[in-house]
């Protein structure tokens, strides 16, 4: 993979990766959600996008209404270029989510 070259790349696929619509909307997602991003670890502000599925299984979890049928997640993971710090959020969730996503804390 290759490292992120500046700020403005930081979501977006780099050359290493298949140019794919749906990674261009996921990055948009992620930069709408979190305009400030920086690893919860060590500060950086450059990622690497990857795109996940899981499926957990039925009666394994309690989710109000029928936000995910049939136990079908599909996640967005950031992860860091300077410490491989792995963050996951839920593509639904997020999709849902008031933005922009600042921290109270």
């Known amino acids: 993979m290759a490292e992120p070259t500046s700020p403005t790349d930081d979501l977006r696929p780099t050359s290493n990766l ?8 996921l990055a948009k997602l992620v ?7 920086s690893c ?19 009666g394994s979890f309690q989710l109000p209404g029928d936000a995910f049928p049939r136990g079908h997640f599909h ?10 710090y792995v963050e996951r959020h839920e593509v639904t969730v997020l999709k ?10």
């Open 75 to 84: 996640h967005v993971e950031l992860i860091c270029s300077r410490c491989g």
């Open 31 to 37: 930069n709408e959600a979190f305009p400030n991003l």
């Open 18 to 25: 298949v140019e794919d619509e749906r990674l261009n909307e």
């Open 96 to 105: 849902n989510a008031t933005k922009p996503i600042i921290s109270k804390g």
């Open 40 to 58: 919860l670890r060590c500060s950086n502000e450059r990622f690497y996008l990857v795109e996940s599925r899981s499926v957990v299984p039925h």
